[in-house]
């Protein structure tokens, strides 16, 4: 017997394959699902042969996107119709953080941001320090140069990853800044002194990087000004700015301003 | 959904019978966003939570009611609910859940 829809579903949540559902929550065959992800062509019927048609097309576009909300269409798929209400519940993989720099900040990023959700990647040159025994809580700890790793995995990063930087020295992080620009990356962030950040500003530039994208992308010193000091605290002022890169706000605190909340 | 799998696999292999509500829609305010769930065994066990811990009693109480019928709803909690539904959310804002017996 084929697998039932809620198999598919739970096998590819716990296998973190990209997967999405379509169920009928008001009209016609009130429950009815489609499933499709990666790996899975597309099972289940919504009870009608145009509807399933058009709802598929949109799911696969929900899904690409990673989100999840209510689509309404006419009975048999009719857009500008409300007849039919359909919940496209989408879920996609974790988002992926990159930490460069085996360094005494790392291992509290590297809780912090499992604590988010993030796939956690430890990658530095020198293979003494990015162990596994002092990160355990990382997904992967990787000993190889910066630069030459995200040559390898920078094509499968996306709005949602994150690449912090947190080597401070300049040999590693002015090549892994270039080529983290040359990712989609939402986020990239260096961490450093001021003296440090601006040094490593005028290293960049004579090692030909494109500065107006600097400027544009690269957040450094990295985190946001909470004042803390601990690498706890450090961790959590990264993480707070990672945030606040994703949604675009100016942070303050929710008390001083009046907008809404989320 | 990932976090409440395992308590869904234990329940039926136990042979109960299980309800799942699923956030499908806020409006305002709400902590959690849509796609986020809660199942409940007929045992009357929960797992996950669907809003920051306003609505869940409710949303219990609803799901074995669901499992009784095998009724599958859209449920909504929140300031512009009916009398019959008035569970207010702390937030002030309104979440539409739907509710269905895991029988797919």
């Known amino acids: 017997m084929a697998d039932s ?15 999405a559902l379509a169920t009928v929550i008001e009209g016609e065959n009130l429950g009815a699902k489609l499933i499709v992800g990666d790996g899975i062509d597309s099972q289940g019927t919504l ?7 058009v709802v598929l097309r949109d799911t696969i576009g929900e899904l690409a996107g990673g989100r999840s909300g209510i689509r309404h269409y006419g009975p048999h798929g009719e857009a500008r119709e409300t007849a039919v209400s359909i919940f496209i519940e989408s879920f ?38 990015a162990t596994k025994r002092r990160f355990p809580n990382a997904d992967d700890v990787v000993v190889d140069w910066p630069h030459r790793h995200l040559e390898k995995v920078g094509d499968r990063l996306g709005q949602r990853d994150a690449v912090c930087v947190l080597t ?9 800044i270039q080529a983290a620009l040359a990712t989609d990356v939402g986020y990239l962030g260096a961490m450093g002194s001021r003296r440090t950040c601006e040094e490593r500003l005028e290293r960049l530039a004579q090692a030909g990087a494109d500065m107006e994208q600097v400027t544009a992308r690269l957040h450094a010193p990295i985190g946001l000004d909470l004042g803390g000091r601990t690498p706890e605290e450090t961790a959590i002022a990264i993480c707070a700015e990672v945030i606040a890169a994703r949604t ?9 301003t009046t907008g809404s909340i989320h | 959904m990932k976090e409440i799998m395992d308590d869904i696999d234990r329940w039926r292999r136990s042979g109960h019978k299980v309800a799942l509500a699923r956030v499908v829609d806020i ?15 007929e045992t009357g066990e929960v797992a996950g939570s669907v809003s920051g811990g306003c609505v869940e009693g409710a949303v219990v109480s609803e799901a074995l009611d669901i499992l009784a019928t095998g009724e599958r709803r859209l449920v909504t909690f929140g300031y512009s609910d009916d009398e019959a539904f008035a569970v207010g959310l702390t937030c002030g804002g309104t979440i539409h859940l739907f509710i269905e017996p895991l029988d797919w």
Do not use: Q
Not at chain 1, 5 to 19: G, K
Not at chain 1, 111 to 124: L, P, S
Not at chain 1, 168 to 176: E, L, R, S, T
Not at chain 1, 248 to 256: E, F
């Open chain 2, 27 to 41: 409006e305002g305010s709400g902590p959690r966003l849509p796609g986020a769930s809660m199942a409940v065994a």
């Open chain 1, 47 to 53: 009870g009608d042969v145009d509807l399933d048609r």
């Open chain 1, 5 to 19: 829809i809620y198999e598919l579903w739970r096998e590819a949540v716990n296998d973190h394959r990209p997967v």
């Open chain 1, 248 to 256: 675009g706000r100016v942070s303050s605190s929710l008390s001083d």
């Open chain 1, 168 to 176: 401070h020295d300049h040999k590693f992080d002015v090549p892994a």
């Open chain 1, 92 to 129: 996609a993989p974790p988002p992926h953080m990159l930490i460069f720099g085996a360094v005494d900040f790392t291992g509290a990023l590297v809780k912090i941001a499992k604590v988010m959700g993030y796939r956690v990647t430890v990658c530095d040159a020198r293979e003494v320090f």
